[in-house]
């Protein structure tokens, strides 16, 4: 019975295809597989989107839309079908090919890395060799979408916002790989099934996630910094900055084209939540042991929701960062502690797990963050700027 | 240390997102169409026209004077004085508007026809739902839609409405006294003139006059340049 619940969607799939000749199975259950991908990420886009609305207002304390349906849950259709109908206006200098383009580029790099994320026990498109590595590829493509948004407009906005993004996403892809780099060094592999298996055994009911090992936790903690800056989420929104830049590069998208990054923003933003838990958080593990007989995939499913609440929670929170402190913060701060938890890492591997292991690595992290943080903030280089004449 | 601050704002949000759902002083919004604030008494939205007694064309204070016209800044009010006339509060005859129509799409609710307005007679209603489907003629309030009793300015502004209601009293009671003093001077003259006829040596009656009338004779201008259009034909 939890096995069946567990493997609810594969045995599905199976019997799904099982009604086609043996030769287009194959295919045909590939189809399936990517039908269900484009049709579940988008609506729990529209989720986190009504939840994010919600979510902000409390924060804020104000309703967030409750006028259509109770409670205000289809507002996700009112905005949809708000942007259909919207008048699709492309600027007249704009150059018109790659403007229209740039949102299918984006939304289809966001929905490749989908292909090789494992959403629950067998329930991966592709298991591939190196999918971490197909994971970056497909993530580092989604700046193409942006400069080609940017570029195309014609627009001095469009083009600062993409240059900031292209600037921060090329900064924050070096901490992000570099995160992960220490997980590949652990697991011994880059397939992201085989990094699941790695996490999911158990030791007095507790699990071996590698957020629990103290350069899992700092890797967790820069990665989810790096993942926030990212996909362009605040603090680090500054790609978008409504109040300098308008909309940053999709300042000149209207109507559906417009929808289609909004889409891929947040289809991204599940992307790396979903690669992120499954790098550092288990996958699709269950938090304990006595809970395993949860169907896998509802772990995997709670825990990017949980984080696409953490991002909420902390957009509710934050202040929009300046370019300098953006920069500063990623080169001279979060860059120099990566490298130093891949050597913390290196350390892990070769003292063997233990509790010696354990204090000596989370010490020399925790030393090292404090000393940096300290000298950091005493020169100004990553804390409040400090003005020479202003002050 | 470095994340402290992000931990202190990330608990205030937590305490702000849980506090709405059991503090009502954490969410203050009001369901507006559902749920109302009532109006402030020192709101003032749009002018209206004050009137006495039950019937609101015969009760009307004001007498046409268009001063209001003359001094709205954006030009909103239209006048049209009548041809007769009736008496006002005081029981003077008073010509009185036979068209009184404001612009509530040009009205920037400055007030400065109620203060210019020496009768009483225009005031600023609390009333801001004045939204209409239909362009031109909804948006053109004539003088009947403009029309409110005495009693709903009361209810709306009840301190103004009084000071405005001692004011006129005392100035009706005023008037009164003088009339009463005119006709008193009026009866002596007779009688003076009356001993004078009797007896030849004249004595000099006190001359009083009635109350000199506000300046409602003054504008002789026509009816306004500016005629709004009219609704849809």
Redesign the interface.
């Given at each position: 019975m939890v096995e069946k619940a567990d493997q609810i969607f594969v045995t599905l799939l199976h019997w799904l295809v099982g009604f086609l000749p043996t030769g287009w199975q194959h295919l045909a259950s590939v189809v399936v597989c990517v039908v269900v991908i484009i049709a579940v990420y988008p609506t729990l886009f529209a989720l986190a989107v009504l939840l994010e609305r919600k979510?902000l207002g409390?924060?804020?304390?104000?309703?967030g839309p409750n006028r259509v349906g109770p409670f205000g849950i289809l507002q996700p259709v009112a905005d949809g079908i708000k942007s259909l109908t919207k008048e699709d206006v492309v600027p007249f200098r704009a150059d018109a090919l790659v403007h229209f383009m740039a949102p299918l580029v984006l939304v289809v790099a966001v929905f490749m890395g989908f292909a090789v994320l494992p959403m629950g026990r067998n329930m991966e498109l592709v298991d591939m060799d190196a999918s971490l590595l197909f994971f970056f590829a497909m993530g580092a493509s989604t700046e193409l979408s942006v400069f080609m948004a940017g570029w195309s407009s014609r627009n001095k906005y469009s083009l600062l916002g993409a240059m900031r993004a292209i600037a921060q996403m090329i900064s924050y892809e070096v901490i992000l790989l570099l995160s992960s780099v220490a997980v590949v060094m652990i697991t011994g592999s880059l397939s992201l099934v085989k990094i699941v298996e790695a996490q999911n055994h158990y030791t007095w009911g507790l699990p071996h996630w590698f957020v629990l090992t103290p350069w899992g936790l700092m890797g967790f903690v820069l990665f989810v910094i790096a993942s926030t800056a990212e996909t362009n989420r605040s603090p680090f929104d500054l790609p978008e900055g409504e109040s300098e830049i308008i909309a940053g590069y999709f300042t000149e998208y209207s109507g559906f084209k417009f929808a289609l990054f909004f889409l891929g923003e947040y289809v991204g933003m599940f992307g790396i939540a979903g690669f992120g838990t499954t790098l550092f958080l288990g996958g699709w593990s269950a938090p304990l042991s006595v809970l395993t007989w949860v169907p896998s995939w509802i772990w995997f499913f709670g825990k990017v929701l949980l984080w696409i609440c953490f991002f909420i929670?902390?957009r509710?929170?934050?202040p929009r960062l300046r370019q300098d402190q953006l920069m500063n913060f990623a080169w001279k701060?979060a860059l120099p502690l990566t490298l130093l938890n891949l050597i913390v890492a290196a350390l892990w591997h070769f003292m063997g797990a233990g509790v010696v292991t354990w204090l000596v690595c989370f010490a020399i992290l925790a030393i090292a963050?404090?000393l940096m943080?300290r000298t950091?903030?005493k020169r100004g280089k990553?804390?409040p700027r400090s003005y020479r004449y202003a002050e | 240390m470095l994340g402290e601050g992000i931990l202190k704002g990330l608990a205030e949000t937590a305490k702000n997102f849980a506090g709405s759902y059991v503090s009502k002083e954490r969410l203050t919004t009001v369901q507006y169409p559902e749920e109302r604030v009532a109006p402030f008494e020192a709101a003032r939205v749009f002018p209206f026209l004050v009137y006495d007694g039950e019937d609101w064309e015969a009760g009307l204070r004001c007498v046409a004077c268009q001063i209001c016209e003359k001094e709205c800044p954006p030009k909103c009010i239209y006048i049209e004085k009548s041809k007769e006339k009736k008496p006002d509060y005081v029981g003077k005859l008073q010509i009185y508007p036979a068209r009184f129509d404001i612009d509530v799409s040009v009205c920037m609710s400055c007030q400065i026809c109620v203060e210019v307005c020496p009768f009483e007679a225009i005031k600023m209603n609390t009333e801001f739902e004045l939204a209409t489907d239909d362009r031109f003629g909804g948006l053109l309030l004539d003088r009947q839609k403009l029309a409110h009793s005495n009693e709903y300015y009361h209810s709306i502004h009840p301190t103004e409405a009084s000071e405005v209601d001692a004011r006129l009293a005392e100035e009706k009671a005023k008037a009164e006294a003088k009339a009463k003093a005119a006709a008193e001077a009026a009866a002596a003259k007779a009688a003076a003139a009356k001993a004078a006829a009797e007896a030849k040596p004249a004595t000099p009656a006190a001359e009083a006059k009635p109350a000199a009338p506000a300046s409602t004779t003054e504008s002789k201008s026509p009816s306004p340049a500016a005629k709004p259009t009219e609704g849809e034909k």
């Open positions: 979510g409390r924060m804020q304390n104000r309703y929670w902390l509710g929170t934050l701060f963050y404090v943080a950091g903030l990553i804390g | -």
